[in-house]
């Protein structure tokens, strides 16, 4: 019982280089093997349990009541607000609606409204909730390390003369308001140069269309439109600027309603699968550096030209497939963000030549600013050379993130003023003179512009919790204004003397009309130009020592940003499902070549960067190549941020930022000998035979549409029926556009006051999420077929866990739900030892009771904070069904269809999960799951699950083996 | 020794005749001891002395629900409008108070506690009496639109110079009104006064053609009130 979660540093902060990578003995037999600890630790659990229920049964009305001076005339205590604002990453918005409980935020959903949402958001904008309450977010300015005042800072530095060799570095920036600022900035400080960094880097984007076209352009994807999609390594689905949009897009395409649908064909070349290529048709293990030579090869199959790169047996097959299916259908190339130039000019030429441009690809101006201007390396040349006077950083942290090569750390000493601002302090900010509380856009007024070019509003839902400036504001005070105030500065722009249209456009969230329309651009490609292109690459060394790493930013914290964030540190990873922590990636064969199996430690060596990371075995990655997730192993974060994985920044090339080749950066990949158990939530990912998750090939599911019905339908039994009394709830999932990205497991969790356990939990199996996503993989010769199952309470009707509750704290509701009453339980666990579906969690510990006090804020009040000692699981979002029908009672109607939306389903980018009552007739829930190829998982126990899955249908190319 | 001469004899009795009691009430006493520690503790919690109920909780202002509710023929949705619209009936905001009493009684010793509230901008800080515990999920709103009186719960507060639970919220309590068959009997005990001034557009509602035509539905299901 040593493990208290009160501290979710998992490992020891320090230098990765120096300190030991993980504590000793974390290796050793988990204590949840000793029969004896857990027999005490139930003992003590149900103990207490059962005296805290006493007490609370006993507890007096000690309460107080302390209403508002004045009440605001939009505020009724109880009635929760929504508030439509948007959350930028990277330059691009993304349109939310978020829930506010007596003026906290609480819940952070999509906006209907929004082009790059359509109502689904992905995890991080799940997550990004529980930043505006860290504890540790600072509260107020320092200078070195020592209070002042943020406005007598942000005055003197609105009263500054005009400033030499004063930069800028921010992160890509789309707002129209800060375009403004940025110019009034250089007006008055006519030197001032604005330098543009990510770790996660677009600028190969631009490149390759401004090689092509000219001039940097953003291509828009219509994938809705597109019945062959070719992925080079672009992980569309889910880490991409538009991957919510695109999801819903690709899903709308993809799904079958009758076997007769045309489905759309999708092929991935990609390293290591990624949520896309778990979806793909056709998945092609490649390394980065080979996808250059797949595109070119497909560029001269469709311009029937002779074929001269040097491919494999499996390559060569793989894109004649690829190409011959592009000519065929209407067709759609994508490359991957972090590919070079030439891969998206290739992309783009490939485009062209099968007549997609203007019909699933068009092109915009690129919504963020100034897109291919000044980066990291600009800035440290001018450092170097001694041009930097005053450095402003905004956000970014490249003293963590930039590669070892450029030893950002040293340069960042040479300027004599530093300025940064971020939302909470980090390894860069730590290192600069002035450090100035950025808010967090739940508190901040702006403006900013989505993938496509729609202009969303940022407005805050709560007043900044501590001393703090936004950005615009910040960029005004250096173009002189004294009191800087962003909500201003957007009247000014945006109200228009028109008190009601701004009124309606913070309602809305977006400028209507605002996006741009897309065009395509005549190319401009010189002969000589075209030739480089398409001409082979070098070959590269073959030997067993030339190995490749591909760098690609973590599903669950990005590029490090979101690593304070622990709903994201212990969501589990689509595709390893390994949580608090990274690891080396490798194919079988290459683990098999080094020696390593899951969990060994191999040491990493780039040129003079050397990184030790425990090795995870993943099928269906590319040979001699290993895959390295950033954004771990902070150093100088927040507590939960610091020493969780390892940093594997520095092993990035300066040339190649996402991949390193071994013959040009000297990589080497060595066992140590140790072990060190990551935390995982899934050890098994086969179905062992049993058909747990059905799939089948179009081909198959043409030929015998009704392939599950061995899945579904009623046995005999002999207990009675529970289906009675209307309204019926059930759930739909299509396992067939899951793309496993985890945004429902982190809404579940921000909805339902789920906690976090810490990475030794979870190595005990303690993870609280009552919603998880299994993942199987089979094995089809020459590739793995994935299928992501969300796996939450399936709602039994004739539930097993209902018969065993010594208490009757589970129960069966009229309307088909299967209930949980924690107040009730005694913490006995029959019911989770009963349950097939292992979707009830115990709450080992206190997990709810350290909460500090700004975190406490995020609860949902309309959801029990459940205590030590009691079992919990997935209500179907009862609070939401229970608040519609009070509605609905209230004004004497039923409750319509689409009126009740589980967390989970309103998260779905793809709109996989789908809720609703049965008696509605006509909803996707209910049409859905009259198809054939429906099925109840683990049928043959007869449980009747409310819950049904649709099995999924891949579409493989027949000549493909 | 003959026979006759034995049975002659008279055996005083081994024990007296009142050990018969004694032994009966032993057996007695012994059952209750028995059942005591499952007894007490259910007697405990239903009476009032756990329930909190009739306590005339002391507030920070001597507000008199009398005065206000009887003479002065305030609704109770004046103040506490938000039963209506929430889940929460709660207190009036201390502007409520003051958009009368900045007109009336405005010099009142008695409202030197709202005055202040209200111009340093600082919470009254009210006892609460009547709680259901945080694992209950009440619902104002849905109650009063399907017609239940204030009364029916809190007795009649227009009655009582300081505020105090009459019922005793327990989730027995609750159930009695939710599993009640419709219209078969009021839910309001007959022996309460009728409210004399309060919200009661509600008196004869549980009649069996209104409740029919308002589908009062009692629902029982656990997770009605425990989510």
Known sequence: MTHRPRDLRVLPAGDPAEDPEFPPGVDEPPSELDRRAVMKLLAAGAGLAGLGSIAACMEAPSKRIMPRVVEPPE??????????????????????????????????????????????????????????????????????????????????????????????????????????????????????????????????????????FGRPLEPQYRFDLADVIVSLDADFLAAMANSVRWSRDFANRRRLRTPEDRMSRLYVAEPCPSPTGSLADAALPARPAEIRTLAAAILARLEGRADDHALSPRHERWTAAAAADLRAGRGLVVAGDRQPAEVHALAHLINAAIGANGTTVAFTAPAVIDPLGPGLSELAEEIRRGGVQTLVIV????????????????????????????????????RCRWFIPLAHYLESWGDARAYDGTISMIQPLIRPMYQSATLPELLAAFAGTEQPDTHRMLLDRYEHGDPLAWQRLLQRGVVTGSAPRGFVPPIQLTAGDRQALVAPTPAEPTGD????????????????????????????????????????????????????????????????????????????????????????????????????????????????????????????????????????TQEHFTQYGRDLAPTADLETYRAQPDFTAHLWGDQPTWLPDKRHGTPQWA????????????????????????????????????????????????????????????????????????????????????????EMIYNRCIGTRFCSNNCPYKVRRFNFFDYTEPTPAPLRLQYNPNVTVRARGVMEKCTYC??????????????????????????????????????GQLQHEGTEMVERRKQARHYAVLHDLDTRPRTAYLAKISNPNPRLP | MPCKSLCRTTVSPLYPRWSNTVYRAAICLLVLMLASPIVLPMLYVRSTYNTNQ?????????????????????????????????????????????????????????????????????????????????????????????GIDCVTCHGDVGAMARVEQVQPLTMGWCLDCHRRSQGTSPPRPPALPAPTNSWSASVGMFAKPVAHDRDVTLLTTCTACHR
């Not at chain 1, 040293?410 to 980090?426: D, F, G, Q």
């Not at chain 1, 071994?662 to 935390?679: C, D, F, H, K, M």
């Not at chain 1, 793995?784 to 039994?796: A, F, G, K, N, R």
């Not at chain 1, 319509?896 to 999960?913: L, R």
């Open chain 1, 75 to 212: 505020l009724t205590p109880g009635v929760p607000l929504e508030y439509a604002t948007s959350m930028v990453l990277d330059g691009f918005a993304t349109g939310l609606v978020v829930t506010a409980h007596e003026a906290r935020p609480t819940k952070v959903e999509g906006n209907p409204d929004h082009p790059a949402s359509l109502g689904a958001t992905n995890q991080l904008h799940q997550a990004s909730i529980l930043e505006l309450y860290d504890p540790d977010r600072p509260r107020g300015a320092l200078e070195a390390g020592v209070p002042t005042s943020l406005e007598a800072l942000l005055r003197s530095i609105a009263r500054r003369a005009p400033m030499p060799g004063l930069w800028f570095l921010l992160h890509p920036q789309s707002s129209p308001l800060g375009a403004d600022l940025i110019d009034r900035v250089r007006a008055r400080h006519p030197t001032a140069r604005f330098a543009w960094y990510s770790a996660v880097d677009r600028r190969s984007v631009y490149q390759g269309a401004r090689r092509v």
């Open chain 1, 395 to 430: 956000e970014a942290n490249p003293v963590y993130s930039a590669p070892a090569a450029l030893d950002f750390a040293a340069l960042l000493a040479r300027v004599p003023e530093t300025i940064c601002s971020a939302v909470t302090h980090h390894e860069t900010s730590r």
């Open chain 1, 545 to 680: 020592a030339a190995i490749e790493l591909a760098f690609a930013p973590s599903h669950a914290v990005y590029d490090g940003r979101f690593a304070g964030i622990s709903w994201l540190q212990e969501m589990p990873k689509p595709i390893d499902k390994i949580t608090w922590g990274n690891a080396a990636l490798l194919s079988p064969a290459t683990a098999e070549a080094l020696g390593v199996g899951d969990d060994d430690v191999v040491r990493i060596t780039a040129g003079k960067a050397q990184v030790e990371l425990p090795v995870f075995v993943v099928p269906g990655h590319a040979d001699r190549c290993a895959t390295l997730e950033l954004g771990y192993g902070r150093w100088a974060a927040t507590p939960t941020a610091e020493g969780v994985g390892a940093n594997v920044y520095p092993l990035r090339p300066l040339a190649t930022p996402a991949y390193a080749t071994g013959a040009q950066a000297g990589v080497r990949i060595e066992p140590t000998g140790r072990r060190s158990r990551l935390a995982r």
């Open chain 1, 731 to 818: 759930m739909t999932i299509d396992t067939m556009i899951c793309s496993g990205c985890s945004a429902c497991v982190v809404a579940c969790q921000a909805e339902n006051n789920v906690p976090v356990v810490g990475a030794d939990g979870v190595r005990r199996n303690r993870e609280m999420h009552w919603l998880r996503i299994d993942t199987y993989r089979e094995d089809r010769g020459d590739r793995v077929e994935y299928v992501h199952q969300p796996m939450l309470c399936q709602h039994c009707e004739m539930a097993p866990c209902e018969y065993v509750c010594p208490v009757y704290a589970t129960q069966h509701s009229p309307d088909g739900l299967n």
């Open chain 1, 878 to 915: 009862v609070q939401r069904i229970r608040s519609a029908e009070i509605r609905a009672r209230k004004a004497n109607r039923e409750i319509q269809p689409g009126e009740v939306v589980t967390a989970c389903q309103q998260a779905c980018p793809t709109g996989a999960i789908q809720f």
């Open chain 2, 54 to 146: 009739f306590v005339p909780w002391a507030q920070p202002i001597d507000f008199d629900h009398r005065h206000h509710v009887r003479d002065d023929g305030i609704e109770c949705l004046y103040c506490h409008g938000s039963a209506e619209r929430s889940a929460n009936a709660g207190v009036p905001a201390t502007s409520v108070c003051m958009g009368c009493h900045t007109q009336i009684w405005n010099q009142s010793p008695l409202l030197e506690v709202v005055r202040r509230s209200y111009f340093s901008g600082t919470p009254i800080n009210w006892k609460r009496v009547h709680q259901v515990p945080d694992f209950v999920y009440f619902n104002h709103s849905v109650h009063v639109a399907r």
